[in-house]
Every structure is written in structure tokens, then in C-alpha cells.
């Protein structure tokens, strides 16, 4: 694993103290003021504060075709994603159009196979929205968390006299002249669309199609067919977008805040769709305490699992239906999926990590290892690709793409990134240099996917490569960890711990991590494989926990760590939740940077 720099956040003092005389919480002003807050309306997360629909481009004229297919009665048809955004985007769809008007049965939904039909709107996938039903086929098809890329399937659509609304995150792709190449769709709504003004960027699929009904329900009300006092609360769908938002790892921009943060507000209340309540319930969390770790690291794995191992209606269907019992049974069987997804990416990531080690066995110093990794197995699972990218990715510090052979015979490739490296540009440019290569890629800055020949993967891995050694300077192959620096002592109690956990935390506006030398006084080892420690810490005694750690310490280390607490018999304790750690003493520092548990 890579060594970090340890860097301490910058807490610009006035900022800091302009926060606190405005009432935030003295702690919460030094840790908001870090992460870029200016002002306490910044931290005003109402939903008044939210940015207006008018600003996203074609939302206006998507609210239109919709309203227009609504009081048609025509079917529509939504085409999903087989990721935790895509999922929750489509349930939102689905709930949001029955709650705007749409005659009962006439919204379906279509999601790709992982395995079988690949991404997005294909050809393929608007055949298989027209056989569902023969007899009463749809009229408009709705992508969500995808779309942006699907000309081929939207000419398809289109030929068979289909109307296309698209409504994506994802980046356009780019033609051979480098020009922006857009579905000839009836209507695009996407942020990262060319002349686009809408402020929020990071908006997940599901705040996208979360916009769509905000805007179609203010044409309906120009339409007259309601008043604003008795309109639909849309609000009520704000713990899917939460849970949508944060699984798919968007930044947290205000706008994205303040979605969670009113979802987090709804699901703590007890006010969630069944299918929440029973992930929850399925993943032993408590909603009244729901923070965006669990959505995170609790919720979103089970949803996600579906599409990666099975199929992804199932957790379509566990957060559409409002049927309480069907939404238990559904939670327990993506459960079970989850738990093989951890058993199947802990063997394929040794697998990983092994082949790895023989590509820096002749060159052990983490720098000098390639500066982007591409790693095939052909015993791969396509399905937990992305997972395993992401843990070598943490590993090295280096841009890493994971490929596995699906069952078209062709590679599919999952890449995470880091800081500094446009991951989707990375294989755009890939793709000009070396044409025939990737047959088709597309993605984010720090994730993106591919699809090549299996010939071609020591082409790709090298050309990978060649980007990756001129866009990276050195610096940027060395990880930093940034931490809040030390938690004053009057701070380490259990109402800090739920001030903290209260708060919107995650991409983009990362969790505290603090930062204090301590004297070990004890340590042992608990379910084989935690460090489990007793600390002298500023002339107190503390309770520690290093998830994931066997080694033994020395008698003063500097800890990296997060205030947590520790439930058991009914009894609550704070403890310190270490994510890295070095010692003083030695002549080189060495750490080790802990993911959150999953």
C-alpha cells in the first residue's frame, strides 16, 4: 500500500468564527469552514433553498411531454440502471408519474441484464420494452442514469415511432473530431449537457429524474390541474434520492446536501418508502439514527449486489412496492445476494492482489510501479469489477482498471481514479490514439467503464499507461490523507459523537477525521482480525478500535482517526475509530489508510 502524506485541513480563522457567531456549533464551524462553507446560508438545508428546475436544461420541455403522455393515458416505459442510482432513480419514476397522474399500469419499467444486454438504452433493450407487452406497447421511453451515449438506441427507438426522454448524469461522449455527440432524443435533461446552467454538476441520475417531476408538477399547475396547497409532495420520494445520491459516490455539492439532508430528515422520522424500511431492517441498522454511512456502506451494497450478481428488478421492486411484507422478503434475498457479493470480491481480489504482486515483483517501491494499472483474469466476475478496481485503486494510488469476460466473450471493464485524472477523458483519448481498441467506454472522472476485445486488453493497459505517465506528475502518485487535526478533549463525548453523525457527510465533503499522538496501554485482537486498544489520550483513557488491523502497535503512535460509539448490553461508550496510523519514531513514516467498513 502506498504511503500518505499526512496534511492538516486549513481552517480559515474568520470563516470559522463568522459560522460560530451565527450560532453553528463551535466544533461544526472549524470542521465547515474547511471544507469550503463561507456562510451559515450555505448550511440552510430547506427545501426552499434548493435549486430551481428552470435552471436544468430541458426540464421545462420534459415536463411537457410527460404531462402531454399523462393526460394521453399513453404507456411509458422506463428504462433503468443496474446500479443503487439507477434503481432508486427509477423507483422515484415510478412513484413520482402514479403520484402526478399517470393511469394505473400504464408505467412500466425495463432494466438491462449486466451480463446479457450491457449499458444504457440499446437497440436491444428497446426491443425488449416493446415484447413485454405486445398488446398495449409504450409509447415514450424514459431513460434514467443513462441515455446520454445510446444513439444507436435511440435511432432505434425513434425508427419504431417511439418518443425518448432522456434523463442522465453521465458525461456526452465525444465524436473523432472531439465534438460533443448527443442522442438524437426527443428530450435531454443533463446537467453535464453542453449550455446546461444548472449549477450542481455532481446531480446523481435520481436527482435528475427527481427534477423531472418537480418540473412536470409545475406544469401541471400551469395547466391548472392543481393549486400549490394541493399538489403531490414529491417530497415524500426525498429517501430515495438520499440513498441513490450517496450510493453512487456523487460530490456533495450544497444542492446534493440538502437532498440527502432532507431525505436523512424523513427516514430518522420514521417516513420512508417499505422497501427502505426494510433494507434497514435487513442490514441491522436503526433508521431513527440513519446517517449517509449507511446509505453508503449499509444500503446501497445490498441494491447494488442485485445488478451485479443477479437481477436488478429485484431491488426495483423492493423500493416501488408498498406492500411492507413484499418489501421484507425482497430486503432478506438481495441480503443473501450481498453476502455472496462479499464472499465472491474478497476471493477475486486476492486473485487481484496476487496478479499484482508479480507485476511489482521486480519493482517492490510502490513509486515506481506503473503509473496506471490494468489488471484480466479470464476466472474474473464481471460483477464486482468496479469493487475490486476500487480496493487496488486504494492500494497503489494509481488510476486501475479491472476487466472480466462476459458472456458475449468480450472484456467489460471497470476503472476508479484518483485526483488529478479524468478517468472517461483518459479513454477518450485512448480511443482517438489507438482506434478499434475499446469498442465502447464511457463514465465519470473517477470511475468510468469499457468494453473491449479480449486481443486487445495488453493494447489498452499500455495505452492506458502512456496518458497516465504525461497527465500525472509525480505528486500526484503520492496519496495524501487530510485530516481535521486534534479533537479537543471537552470534545470527546457522546452528544459530540451524535452533533457529528447528524451531519451530511461523504464525497466531496469527507467525514472528520482527527488527528492526536497517544500512548498505547493496551491491545488485542478481536474476531481474528480487529485491534482492539485501550489509549492514554490527553491524560484521559480511551477506548480504540482498528477495523481490519492484526499488526501490533508501538507504545506511542500518532492516530488518524473518527469519535464513534460502541453499543453493548444496552450500554453506549465513545470510542476512537482508527483509520491510520504512525509512529513517531520511525525514520520513515508509515500508514495505513482503512476504507469504512461495508
Same mark, same amino acid.
Given at each position: 500500500?502506498s504511503?500518505?502524506a ?10 470559522a468564527?463568522a ?5 453553528v ?5 472549524r ?24 435552471t ?9 411531454l ?18 443503487c ?9 415510478l412513484?413520482?408519474?402514479?403520484m402526478?397522474?399517470?393511469?394505473p399500469?400504464?408505467v ?13 438504452l ?26 446520454i ?21 453521465h ?12 442522442p ?26 427527481f ?9 401541471q399547475?400551469?395547466?391548472? &390541474?392543481? *393549486? +400549490? =396547497?394541493?399538489? /403531490?409532495?414529491?417530497?415524500? #420520494?426525498? $429517501? ?5 445520491? @450517496? ?10 446536501r440538502r437532498?440527502v ?22 442490514a ?7 446517517a449517509?454511512?449507511?446509505f453508503?456502506?449499509?444500503l446501497?451494497?445490498?441494491v ?19 406492500d411492507?411484507a413484499?418489501?421484507?422478503e ?6 443473501a445476494?450481498n ?23 521486480? &519493482?517492490? *517501491? +510502490? =513509486?515506481?510501479? /506503473?503509473?496506471?494499472?490494468? #489488471?484480466y $483474469? ?5 460483477? @464486482?469489477?468496479g469493487?475490486?478496481a476500487?480496493r487496488l485503486?486504494?492500494r ?8 472480466a469476460?462476459?458472456q ?6 471497470s ?5 488529478g ?8 483519448l485512448?480511443s482517438?490514439r ?12 473517477m470511475a468510468?467503464?469499457c468494453t473491449?476485445a479480449?486481443?486487445?486488453w495488453?493494447?489498452?493497459a ?9 497527465w ?9 490523507l ?9 470534545y ?10 447528524a ?5 466531496g465533503?469527507?467525514?472528520p #477525521?482527527?488527528?492526536?499522538e ?26 480504540a478500535i ?7 502497535l508501538?507504545a506511542?503512535?500518532t492516530?488518524a482517526y ?9 450500554r453506549?461508550?465513545?470510542q476512537?475509530?482508527v ?10 513514516a508509515t ?6 467498513r461495508?
Amino acid at each position: 500500500m502506498s504511503t500518505p502524506a499526512w496534511v492538516t485541513r486549513d481552517v480559515p480563522p474568520r470563516v470559522a468564527f463568522a459560522l460560530e457567531q451565527a450560532g453553528v456549533h463551535p466544533l461544526l464551524a472549524r470542521l465547515f469552514a474547511a471544507r469550503g462553507v463561507r456562510s451559515a446560508d450555505e448550511l440552510d438545508d430547506g427545501l426552499g433553498r434548493l435549486l430551481p428546475p428552470a435552471t436544468l436544461k430541458g426540464a421545462a420541455e420534459a415536463a411537457v411531454l410527460l404531462a402531454d403522455a399523462i393526460t394521453a393515458g399513453q404507456r411509458i416505459c422506463i428504462v433503468a440502471d443496474y446500479d443503487c442510482d439507477g434503481a432508486t432513480a427509477c423507483a422515484v419514476a415510478l412513484r413520482g408519474l402514479a403520484m402526478l397522474g399517470a393511469v394505473p399500469g400504464s408505467v412500466g419499467y425495463v432494466v438491462p441484464d449486466r451480463a446479457v444486454h450491457g449499458y444504457g438504452l440499446t437497440p436491444a433493450i428497446v426491443d425488449l420494452a416493446l415484447a413485454r407487452d405486445p398488446q398495449h406497447p409504450p409509447r415514450l421511453l424514459v431513460t434514467v442514469d443513462n441515455g446520454i451515449a445510446s444513439s444507436a438506441g435511440v435511432a432505434h427507438a425513434r425508427a419504431l415511432g417511439l418518443g425518448v426522454l432522456v434523463t442522465d448524469h453521465h458525461l456526452p461522449a465525444l465524436g473523432p473530431d472531439g465534438a460533443v455527440q448527443l442522442p438524437d432524443a426527443d428530450v435531454i435533461v443533463n446537467p453535464n449537457q453542453p449550455g446546461c446552467d444548472f449549477e450542481s454538476k455532481a446531480l446523481a441520475g435520481v436527482g435528475v429524474m427527481f427534477y423531472v417531476l418537480l418540473a412536470l408538477r409545475a406544469e401541471q399547475r400551469r395547466r391548472g &390541474q392543481y *393549486d +400549490a =396547497a394541493g399538489q /403531490p409532495r414529491l417530497d415524500a #420520494l426525498l $429517501d430515495l434520492v438520499a440513498l441513490g445520491t @450517496v450510493a453512487d459516490v456523487v460530490r456533495l455539492d450544497g444542492n446534493n446536501r440538502r437532498l440527502v439532508a432532507q431525505g436523512l430528515k424523513r427516514v430518522r422520522a420514521g417516513r420512508m418508502q417499505p422497501g427502505v424500511a426494510a433494507l434497514f431492517a435487513a442490514a441491522g441498522r436503526v433508521p431513527a439514527g440513519a446517517a449517509g454511512f449507511d446509505f453508503g456502506f449499509a444500503l446501497g451494497p445490498r441494491v447494488n449486489a442485485a445488478g451485479r450478481l443477479s437481477d436488478m428488478t429485484l431491488g426495483i421492486e423492493c423500493l416501488s412496492t408498498d406492500d411492507p411484507a413484499r418489501a421484507a422478503e425482497l430486503a432478506r434475498q438481495l441480503d443473501a445476494i450481498n453476502r455472496q457479493r462479499r464472499e465472491l470480491e474478497s476471493d477475486m481480489r486476492l486473485q487481484a492482489e496476487a496478479l499484482l504482486d508479480g507485476l511489482l515483483a521486480a &519493482q517492490p *517501491d +510502490a =513509486a515506481a510501479a /506503473p503509473p496506471a494499472l490494468v #489488471l484480466y $483474469d479470464p476466472a474474473f466476475h464481471e460483477g @464486482v469489477v468496479g469493487i475490486v478496481a476500487g480496493r487496488l485503486k486504494d492500494r497503489l494510488h494509481r488510476p486501475t482498471f479491472v476487466l472480466a469476460r462476459g458472456q458475449d466473450g468480450l472484456l467489460k471493464g471497470s476503472g476508479r481514479s484518483i485526483a488529478g485524472f479524468h478517468l472517461r477523458d483518459a479513454l477518450d483519448l485512448v480511443s482517438k490514439r489507438h482506434p478499434g481498441v475499446l469498442l465502447r467506454f464511457g463514465g465519470h472522472a473517477m470511475a468510468a467503464g469499457c468494453t473491449l476485445a479480449e486481443d486487445q486488453w495488453p493494447a489498452f493497459a499500455a495505452a492506458l499507461q502512456q496518458v497516465a505517465a504525461e497527465w500525472l506528475q509525480p505528486a500526484a502518485l503520492h496519496r495524501v490523507l487530510a485530516t481535521d487535526g486534534p479533537l479537543a478533549a471537552e470534545y470527546f463525548d457522546l452528544p459530540t459523537v451524535a452533533t457529528l453523525d447528524a451531519q451530511v457527510w461523504g464525497q466531496g465533503f469527507e467525514a472528520p #477525521l482527527f488527528c492526536d499522538e497517544v500512548e498505547v496501554l493496551q491491545q488485542r485482537l478481536v474476531g481474528e482480525k480487529h485491534l482492539k486498544l485501550r489509549l492514554r489520550h490527553a491524560g484521559a483513557l480511551r477506548d480504540a478500535i482498528w477495523f481490519g488491523h492484526a499488526e501490533p502497535l508501538p507504545a506511542r503512535v500518532t492516530l488518524a482517526y473518527r469519535v464513534g460509539v460502541d453499543e453493548y448490553q444496552g450500554r453506549q461508550r465513545l470510542q476512537m475509530v482508527v483509520e491510520a496510523v504512525v509512529d513517531p519514531a520511525a525514520t520513515a513514516a508509515t500508514a495505513a489508510v482503512v476504507e469504512p467498513r461495508p
